[in-house]
């Protein structure tokens, strides 16, 4: 299991917690049943699960080993749109600060989702 600093979980957890915010905001603008919202729910419950790995919560009741499988593809997609777009921007600009930041917060969201997978998949 990978270990990060506390620094790296609160800058994480910062991240994490305001994309959330926007996911709940934008998924309010999309119909049910439609695409967007669907893509906005699955990438919500990741980053609910990712909220609840970087502070350590015990999720072994809350969510099952499927649900953490399926938030891997959520996370992935962040960190390949946030990779794209952060060739557009210039480094040091506050677009490319934000996109790399994200980035970070996801790599760890995906350790600490694939850690707790390993961890229920050893107990078997």
Do not use: W
């Not at 893509?39 to 072994?60: M, P, Q």
């Amino acid at each position: 299991m990978e270990k990060y600093t506390r620094e790296e979980l609160v800058d994480a957890l910062k991240v994490v917690s305001s994309t959330i915010n926007n996911c709940e905001k934008a998924q309010l603008k999309f119909a049910e049943g439609t695409s967007q919202h669907t893509l906005l729910k699955n990438r919500l419950k990741a980053l609910y699960i990712s909220k609840s790995l970087i502070i350590d919560e015990d999720i072994v009741d809350k969510y099952t080993k499927e649900e953490l499988m399926e938030a891997l593809p959520p996370v992935a997609s962040i960190i390949s749109k946030c990779e794209k777009a952060k060739l557009k921007f210039e480094e040091g600009t506050s677009h490319h600060t934000r996109l790399k930041n994200i980035i970070n917060a996801m790599y760890i969201s995906k350790s600490l989702i694939t850690d707790e997978i390993n961890k229920r998949e050893s107990k078997i």
